[in-house]
């Protein structure tokens, strides 16, 4: 079983990504938005500077023009007192002006004025220089005798206009850089963390069947201490690993050997003693008590192999070789042989990088809990199924879902009479887990009424 499992929570380079690009989108509107307060200053110079130079442009001509009609005096006499004449320019083509004007005299009278100019006089007093309202900016420009005044008005909204398109031509661009933008910082981020990703999915790799050291050398830099640390660690709990297991094999024959040979002692003693002796009951609850304390040891040690992690293998095997060698040694002790039945589909196979004694634990704990709690004299069927399915169906009362689950915790045996230590499918449990199966437990039996079924499905 991986020692490391993945887990959900917050992606770092979905984090990486979606913060930069928030923080380019910003900075861009950012420069955008000065860059538009900027250019409101710099077009309003440049509307200004427009209207004072075509007033200032249009004051000789003006003058020119209204001496030409005999509207001003050759000297810098002031005006005749009678009304003068108003005249207006005409515009045939009927566009809107951008620029307008009234030409008015000391008095204030309108004497010329522009297309789109109203016929009132601008509210604007007769005084050079600017001066601006709700809706107009004005420059008044005058003759050198200060007789003419040429009054040039720009409305406000050409200046929003100017600036509205200017924005828009700004904006619209990052509608289309934003996404790019972010695509873009998409894959430089997921180029920039694949060595993350690469040391996340090596160290995953890493459980009791692989504790082979990472690879550090082509790492960035500040990966590697990591790397470094990992091996450290791996290379602590490798030794600690085969420590443990190195116990547990030398435990296993200094257990066997002192109770087998009680066991064997106690068995001559029954032999000796006479069927009428008392001495010869007390002989045989001994003997069963050994029995007992030597599957109990058998068990524990089963167990204790399983927690030190002996069910993922680096080596491909052929476990259907381990099924035939459990189920022989089976035939071998039974008294009758014949209880036991092997079903192998022509074509199944059962081949995988798993642990060949993981799987023998496996299989005889199940095979036995079949053969002790099923219904005796009845037949314990094996079965090998394409796809490498492995089912063992005997003959028993049928259970519940509630027992079901009661019988998979350790030292829970559930509703029998039978001999046993409770520890059988908690170890297979165990070892199924770190091999990345599981088992499935089935009662009734798959098409019976009654029955037990344990079924192991492998990776």
């Known amino acids: 079983m991986s020692l490391f499992r993945r887990t959900t929570g917050p992606s770092m380079t979905r984090r990486l990504i979606l913060s930069l690009t928030f923080a380019m989108t910003f900075l861009w509107l950012l420069a955008v938005g000065l860059g538009l307060v900027v250019m409101e200053e710099e077009l309003a110079e440049i509307f200004d500077g427009t209207l004072q130079d075509t007033a200032e442009r249009l004051v000789p001509l003006v003058v020119d023009d209204l001496e030409h009609r005999g509207m001003l005096g050759t000297t810098s006499a002031p005006m005749a007192s009678a009304a003068p004449q108003q005249l207006q320019t005409a515009s045939s083509s009927g566009d809107h002006e951008y620029l307008i004007y009234q030409v008015r005299d000391r008095s204030g009278r309108v004497l010329i004025r522009s297309h789109d100019a109203p016929e009132q006089a601008f509210g604007t007093p007769l005084k050079a220089g600017f001066w601006k309202d709700t809706s107009y900016q004005f420059y008044t420009a005058t003759s050198d005798d200060a007789q003419v005044f040429i009054q040039v008005a720009d409305a406000f909204e050409?200046?929003?206009?100017?600036?509205?398109?200017?924005?828009?031509?700004?904006?619209?661009?990052?509608?289309?850089?934003?996404?790019?933008?972010?695509?873009?910082?998409?894959?430089?981020?997921?180029?920039?963390?694949r060595p993350v990703g690469e040391l996340r999915r090596e160290i995953e790799t890493k459980d009791g069947g692989n504790m082979e050291p990472v690879h550090a050398s082509m790492l960035p830099q500040e990966l590697q201490p990591i790397a470094v640390s990992v091996n450290l660690l791996m290379s602590r709990l490798r030794t600690a690993l085969d420590a443990e297991r190195e116990f547990t094999s030398n435990s296993a024959h200094e257990l066997r050997t002192p109770i087998a040979g009680a066991?064997?002692?106690?068995?001559?003693?029954?032999?000796?003693?006479?069927?009428?002796?008392?001495s010869r009951h007390r002989a045989g609850q001994i003997e069963a008590s050994l029995t007992r304390l030597s599957h109990l040891a058998e068990k524990l040690l089963q167990l204790s192999r399983a927690e030190a992690g002996i069910g993922i293998s680096d080596k491909q095997a052929d476990l259907s070789q381990v099924l035939d060698m459990v189920l022989t040694d089976f035939w071998r002790s039974m008294a009758d042989p014949a209880r036991l039945i092997l079903h192998r589909a022509p074509r199944a196979q059962l081949v995988g990088p798993l642990s060949e004694d993981a799987f023998a634990i496996v299989l005889r704990n199940l095979v036995e809990n079949a053969l002790v709690h099923g219904t005796p004299e009845t037949p314990v069927e094996v079965f090998l199924d394409d796809g490498g399915?492995?089912?063992?169906?005997?003959?028993?009362?049928?259970?519940?879902?509630?027992?079901?689950?009661?019988?998979?915790?350790?030292?829970?045996?559930?509703?029998?009479?039978?001999?046993?230590?409770?520890?059988?499918?908690?170890?297979?449990?165990?070892?199924?887990g770190q091999m990345n199966g599981r088992l499935v437990l089935l009662s009734p039996a798959s098409g019976r009424d009654d029955g037990f079924e344990a079924r192991i499905i492998l990776p």
């Open 263 to 278: 066991l064997a002692q106690t068995q001559m003693l029954i032999a000796e003693l006479t069927e009428s002796s008392s």
């Open 158 to 193: 050409n200046r929003e206009e100017a600036v509205r398109e200017g924005a828009i031509a700004l904006f619209l661009p990052l509608i289309l850089l934003i996404p790019v933008s972010g695509i873009v910082i998409w894959l430089v981020v997921r180029r920039a963390v």
């Open 389 to 432: 399915l492995i089912r063992i169906v005997n003959s028993a009362l049928a259970m519940n879902e509630a027992e079901l689950a009661s019988i998979r915790k350790r030292f829970s045996r559930g509703k029998t009479e039978a001999a046993g230590s409770g520890l059988g499918l908690s170890i297979v449990d165990r070892l199924l």
